[in-house]
């Protein structure tokens, strides 16, 4: 199994970016997709995640409002569209594959089955 995250980069505070996660070696449908980040010096925190069919979505406090996960089944991809970046945002973005048989909760990191490699974003000031 593979989780190949990309998009990342460097962004003035107040824009946009978008992250994608290509999955491949595992049926992409059966499983929910997550976003988590990792700054230095913090733990790391839940973003968002996505049901396996794309009904359900739920963010994380610090980003509601400003970013959206959607994916696309026929294209094993899931993306993170992030707007209105601020400082605070900086850290590396991991996607990650929970199969959808753990349930419906999607916020805890324990309960992923699969990561990816990570993409960096950093938000100047």
């Known amino acids: 199994v593979q989780l190949q995250a990309s998009g990342g980069g460097l962004v003035q505070a107040g824009g946009s970016l978008r992250l994608s996660c290509a999955a491949s070696?595992?049926?992409?449908?059966?499983?929910?997709m997550g976003w988590f980040r990792h700054a230095p010096g913090r733990s790391r925190e839940f973003v968002s995640a996505?049901?396996?069919?794309?009904?359900?979505?739920i963010d994380g406090a610090s980003v509601k409002g400003r970013f959206t996960i959607s994916r696309d089944n026929a294209r094993s991809t899931v993306y993170l569209q992030m707007s209105s970046l601020k400082p605070e945002d900086t850290a590396v973005y991991y996607c990650?594959?929970?199969?959808?048989?753990?349930?419906?909760?999607?916020?805890?990191?324990?309960?992923?089955?699969?990561w990816g490699t990570g993409t960096l974003v950093t938000v100047s000031s």
């Open positions: 070696g595992l049926t992409f449908g059966r499983y929910h």
């Open positions: 996505i049901d396996w069919s794309g009904g359900r979505t």
């Open positions: 990650a594959a929970q199969d959808r048989s753990r349930g419906n909760d999607y916020t805890r990191a324990l309960l992923y089955d699969y």
